[in-house]
């Protein structure tokens, strides 16, 4: 298994179609070799901005397989060679859309080489790269950096003598002669045979170079949200009633508990009970807690008033009382457990106020056409 | 790869499983029947499940100012992007189980989306997941016949006749709505050879509609579920009837329950009777009626409406679902 990858930083736009060219050249000149390879560029550079460093990216395989198991990442993680077009990259790239300074030399593998357009000495250009743990090659093609436009290429022989040099200093990765099948031109050629000899190869020994700390910054990350509430905490998933081990009890919202929704609420005969479930089961705000005993509670907190489960209750026994008449909201099922006989007597004195289902004496509204006139009509209103 | 979840098929209100995956803590009004379809998807589901939820009701009045009533992971997807992230979840779970960095186990991948989200702006998106065999996924879209969470505007789904924003009642021209609901669940199932399971439910009837969850999410590919949900706030009536209201859209013809499997079409409660002819479908003017969407309508529209689903039960090739047939003397 052989996988190799090469990066290539440029200036965006000057140097963007150079760079570009740089790495399918990479990929071509491995398939002479009978390998295949994807060149491509860094998403987070488009679109390509004047003068903002940017990178594209090459990578060769053996096969098919191998090079869809690379493709996988957004970008190679280390690489074989890193070209810099332009000696004052140095320094770090800084991209538009990415984060802090990253070092020109930072995906560089152990071993590995970086080759840099420049008529500076090494240890001038040293004196800017970034310092790193592992020994590289710094190898310096001389000539000035080429930049060129959008749309119009210098044609100054860059791209064959950079292709030259990187067949030099790794024939493994692709071979001199697969670069002179590449370029057609004979200009091109020599170009790229003349810059195998001209180029200058020093090893940097762990430690050498700039030892400033490149800047970088903290990226939040999902957990962090949830101080903006973009990330909310989720509820818990219940359990038994009251912290118990029998009967069920949901989670209730501490955020919002819409028992202020309500102009009536839900009192339950549990004398007369049949524990068909239906209020339960029909209930869009789980208001119902499940008992030990098979009953369903209504939690006064969570509870919204609408009456739902009084209509759909195949018994009838549930009544919709006015809000009014009520002091707190304590649960009128731990009423009826400990007192049956006071709960009787509270239930029918607040169930003669209430209605229950069938009623046609809606609190809420809309029940059928011509309710409104006739109601008016009966209370007089003029 | 993965396999889907395996469940038992719930018989009857007092099997239906006691937890909450979807609990207190959402700003919905009273009565909400789309909550309700919420509270019964995540309860049927269980808490292996992922959610991904369209802008719409169900996006808006769940995660309000620090509240959510999930007890499940949701996610919050563009109004027409429910079908893509669907499908991405669950592409991204079975990538991440071969590659052995999450346990290979079986979860649900579910996204919800109103009439919105699903028929009218995410349909494109739903449509290209329901092309998908290889990922396991259901959506399901909550029908409440408008765009309610922005203030009751016409949908695809908005019955003939209603009252809405969009379509507001005037004395010369009371209707302003003049389209016929779409049929979204039945386009779903004919359009998508590889879509296994499509079916059509109702919160009216819970363990019919839980148990279809059930059933989408054990069944491989991708798959659909359309959920009747009466809005107590878009349709005008007193939320103490939302029940009632659902049990009366199905009793009368304007909702049918139905699921098709692998091919096969079976009608539930209480459409299976009507279809059968055990049951006769009741007026649809009773249900309108109770409605103040529709209490501009007068005697000949009733009529009309009446007429046409006269025709949709009586006429279509098959009732309530596909509305042409072979010609006669076209087949051998």
């Known amino acids: 298994m052989a996988v190799y990858a090469v ?108 080759i840099v357009v420049s008529d500076q000495s090494h240890d001038e250009l040293l004196k800017d790269v970034h310092t790193k743990d592992l020994p590289y090659k710094l190898i310096t093609i001389p000539g000035e950096a080429s930049f060129s436009g959008m749309w119009i290429i210098r044609d100054d ?37 003349r810059a195998a000899k001209q180029m200058v190869t020093r090893v940097v020994e762990p430690g050498e170079g700039n030892p400033a700390e490149p800047y970088r910054y903290e990226l939040p990350v999902w957990q962090d949200l949830t101080e903006y509430g973009i990330a909310v905490v989720g509820m818990g998933k219940g359990g038994g009633y009251h912290g118990g081990k029998e009967g069920y009890e949901p989670t209730r919202s501490t955020t919002f508990r819409k028992h202020l929704s309500r102009t009536f609420r839900p009192m339950t005969n549990f004398d007369a009970c049949t524990q068909t479930r239906d209020c339960w089961l029909n209930c869009p705000d789980e208001a119902y807690n499940v008992t030990p005993d098979g009953f369903f509670e209504t939690d006064y907190g969570a509870c919204s008033g609408c009456g739902k489960c009084a209509e759909v209750c195949p018994e009838k026994i549930i009544v919709m009382v006015p809000e009014s008449e009520f002091e707190d909201e304590a649960s009128v099922y731990e009423m009826w457990k400990k007192d049956k006989a006071a709960y009787k007597k509270f239930f029918d004195e607040k169930s003669a106020k209430g209605w229950f289902a069938g009623q046609l004496v809606g609190p809420h509204g809309y029940v059928r056409k011509g309710q409104y006139e006739e109601e008016i009509k009966k209370k007089g209103i003029k | 790869m993965t396999m889907t979840m395996e469940f038992e098929r719930i018989r009857g209100v007092k099997a239906a499983p006691l937890p909450e995956m979807y609990t207190s803590g959402h700003r919905t009004c009273q009565g909400c029947d789309s909550a309700l379809n919420c509270r019964y998807v995540a309860k049927a589901a269980g808490p292996r499940s992922i959610v991904l939820g369209a802008t719409g009701c169900m996006y808006v009045a769940n995660t309000s100012y620090y509240s959510t009533p999930w007890a499940i992971p949701w996610m919050h997807t563009q109004l027409g992007a429910t079908g893509s992230a669907v499908l991405g979840v669950a592409v991204s779970l079975k990538v991440q189980m071969r590659k052995g960095k999450i346990k290979n186990e079986p979860i649900n991948v579910i996204g919800i989306g109103g009439d919105g989200g699903v028929a009218d702006m995410g349909l ?54 003049k389209r016929w609901k779409k049929n979204t669940a039945a386009m779903m199932a004919a359009g998508h050879p590889e879509c296994r399971y499509v079916a059509s439910a109702c919160t009216a009837y819970p363990v019919d509609l839980m148990n279809k969850v059930r059933r989408a999410l054990s069944i491989s590919g991708p798959t659909f579920v359309a959920i009747l949900c009466p809005c107590p706030k878009g349709w005008d009536f007193d939320p103490r009837y939302s029940h009632e209201m659902g049990e009366m859209a199905c009793k009368s013809g304007m909702w049918a329950n139905w699921e098709m499997e692998d091919g096969k079409l079976t009608f539930q409660t209480p459409t299976s009777g009507i279809i059968k002819g ?55």
């Open chain 1, 7 to 114: 990066e290539i930083t440029n200036r965006g736009v000057y140097q963007y179609n150079l760079g570009r060219r740089i790495s399918r050249d990479v990929v071509l000149a491995a398939r002479k070799m009978g390998r295949v390879g994807v060149a491509f560029g860094r998403y987070s550079d488009s679109p390509e901005r004047n003068g903002i460093p940017m990178k594209w990216f090459a990578v060769i395989a053996e096969n098919n397989d191998e090079l869809e198991e690379q493709m996988a990442k957004y970008y190679p993680e280390v690489v074989d060679a890193a070209i810099v077009l332009d000696d004052t990259l140095l320094k770090g790239v800084e991209s538009w859309s990415w984060d802090g300074l990253h070092p020109v030399n930072e995906r560089v593998k152990e071993k590995g080489v970086m």
């Open chain 2, 278 to 332: 055990m049951v006769q479908r009741m007026p649809v003017a009773d249900y309108l009626l109770r409605q103040g969407r529709f209490d501009h309508l007068r005697k000949e529209d009733f009529d009309h409406i009446q007429k046409q689903l006269d025709k949709i039960w009586g006429e279509w090739g098959i009732p309530a679902i596909l509305p042409f047939k072979v010609a006669e003397g076209e087949l051998a």
């Open chain 1, 157 to 193: 022989k860059s791209e064959a003598r950079i292709m030259g040099a990187l067949a030099a200093a790794l024939p493994d990765m692709i071979s001199p002669d697969a670069v002179q099948q590449i370029f057609k031109d004979k200009a091109d050629q020599d170009a790229a045979a």
């Open chain 2, 124 to 177: 494109s998106a739903v449509s290209a997941t329901l092309t998908w065999p290889e990922y396991d996924s259901l959506i399901v879209m909550y029908d409440n016949e408008s765009y309610a969470n922005t203030g009751v505007q016409v949908s695809c789904q908005t019955p003939y006749g209603a009252h809405t924003t969009f379509s507001p009642v005037g004395t010369v021209k009371p209707i302003m709505h």
